[in-house]
């Protein structure tokens, strides 16, 4: 729960560079969040406002996080964009979110995994 509070507290950071464990943490925190709403709307039978502010909520952070997890693989934030590719877009995307951070410092920062050890 610490690292989805943190992209959280970061809300509007595209700077810098954020861990493999960040990203899939608020990926998987976010999806189990959206499938309660969806089921507490399914049951009170709302018709989705719940579930779409959360969304909107969760919208800058999560574009934020992912550009700096590009930045993480020394990938500009503009790579996000090939995700508006039908299919082949958001494989190559899961493809640059999969791979381990550069080692060492990068152009957009220092590696996070060092900061924290």
């Known amino acids: 729960m610490n ?3 943190e992209v959280l507290k970061k809300y509007a950071v595209f700077s810098g560079r954020a861990r493999r464990k960040e990203y899939w943490m608020f990926f998987l925190f976010n999806i189990i969040i959206s499938f309660v709403l969806g089921f507490i709307e399914g049951l009170a039978g709302l018709p989705g406002a719940l ?11 999560g574009i934020a996080v992912s550009v700096r997890r590009l930045h993480d693989t020394n990938r500009s934030g503009w790579w996000l964009l090939i995700g508006l590719v039908p299919f082949i877009g958001a494989i190559v995307l899961l493809i640059f979110m999969l791979q ?3 080692p060492g410092d990068n152009r957009y920062g220092p590696n996070p995994k060092d900061s924290e050890a």
């Open 3 to 5: 690292w989805y509070i």
């Open 51 to 61: 579930s779409g502010l959360y969304s909107l909520a969760v919208l800058i952070p």
């Open 100 to 102: 381990d951070g550069q």
